[in-house]
């Protein structure tokens, strides 16, 4: 079909008589149609070799914030938790109000200009070939408690493809204080192949080597040291993933939610202001508009029965082989 595009202000939209047919797409389709948009309309840069995200779906991305940042927002998650003692009694592994509090949110505002430098953001935008916006800022304080979430299961996010997490670790990740483990694209696949790709809720494994018993493939799990103020940045889609709990203290992290778009991402903080990357519930990207100039955030309840039915969504491609 024939997308027609228009300049808004300082933003490029399609134009609103296309979007009806661009979200008659499948949701995943939806997505991969807008970043292929995205992509021929950023004026690319010099590009270098492909990143490590782009290689294998996942990167350390070092000094992201200085240490005594990530002290500083650790020690506001610890007076947001004081100040709610209610908030940490139980088994609950992960407390993620605490970008609730003004003061944090404050303090996370004030610095995503150093976490997206201008180094880190050209290095972002050569994996995306375009601009990405952030969709959400969220943060968690992990506990050690007797029964893991699902979180902590080996699982791929039902979200779009091009999907890119960073996870800003405001206390250091090693043995026994809190991990997150990952498998390549291509172990991913592996593991897609023998139907371990977007399991149910209730199917999902701690045990990734059996679960690629029947392929003869032995896993090699990419499990990061990051020092506070590190960020770890993944195709929350794409690779599979699971989380450590600490076996004692706490881990705090920091987790930004990126999307490709037509702008850079401080645009849409000029354009919408800083309150749309903060939701009070839970929200699947997936299920969202892309394509709406004026709120890029649309909460819909998530369908945790969603499943694909498309070989390169399982297989963790970005698009549609005719795309």
Same mark, same amino acid.
């Given at each position: ?10 933003? !490029? ?37 492909? *990143? /490590? ?14 240490? #005594? ?13 004081? /100040? ?25 505002? /004030? ?5 997206? *430098?201008?180094p880190t953001v050209a290095h972002l935008e050569q994996h995306f070939g ?31 493809? *091009?999907?890119? $997490? ?41 045990? !990734? ?10 896993? /090699? ?22 989380? $450590? ?9 920091? !987790?930004?939610? @990126? ?13 919408? #202001? ?7 519930? *839970? ?14 955030? !649309? ?6 029965? @969603? ?17």
């Open positions: 079909m024939e997308v027609r595009l228009a300049r808004h202000g300082n933003r !490029i939209i399609a134009e609103p008589d296309c979007v009806p047919g661009l979200l008659d797409f499948p949701l995943w389709r939806r997505h991969a149609v807008y970043h292929r948009i995205c992509q021929q309309t950023y004026e690319a840069k010099d590009a270098g070799p492909p *990143s /490590e995200l782009t290689e294998t779906g996942i990167e350390v991305l070092p000094g992201l914030l200085a240490a #005594g940042d990530g002290e500083h927002l650790s020690d506001l998650a610890t007076s947001v938790l004081e /100040e709610d003692a209610e908030n940490i009694v139980g088994n609950r592994a992960d407390y993620n109000d605490l970008t609730l509090s003004d003061a944090f949110r404050n303090a996370i505002i /004030e610095r995503l200009p150093k976490i997206l *430098s201008e375009c601009h990405f916006r952030i969709d959400t800022v969220s943060a968690f304080r992990t506990l050690p408690v007797p029964v893991p979430e699902v979180s902590f299961l080996w699982h791929r996010d039902v979200a779009p493809m *091009s999907q890119v $997490h960073i996870m800003v670790y405001l206390t250091g990740s090693g043995p026994g204080s809190g991990q997150t483990s990952f498998l390549s694209l291509a172990q991913t696949r592996d593991a897609a192949h023998v139907g371990y790709h977007y399991p149910d809720i209730r199917e999902r494994s701690d045990d !990734i080597a059996a679960t690629l018993e029947p392929t003869s493939v032995t896993p /090699e799990v990419i499990c990061p040291l990051v020092r506070p103020g590190d960020g770890l940045a993944f195709s929350s889609a794409r690779v599979l993933h699971r989380g $450590h709990l600490p076996s004692e203290g706490f881990r705090d992290v920091m !987790i930004i939610v @990126l999307l490709p778009s037509f702008a850079p991402w401080h645009q849409d903080i000029e354009d919408f #202001g800083t309150d749309h990357m903060f939701l009070h519930a *839970s929200k699947s990207t997936l299920k969202t508009n892309p394509y709406h100039p004026l709120m890029p955030n !649309i909460e819909e309840e998530m369908d945790l029965n @969603l499943i694909p039915d498309e070989p390169w969504i399982i297989e963790g491609e970005l698009y549609p082989p005719d795309l």
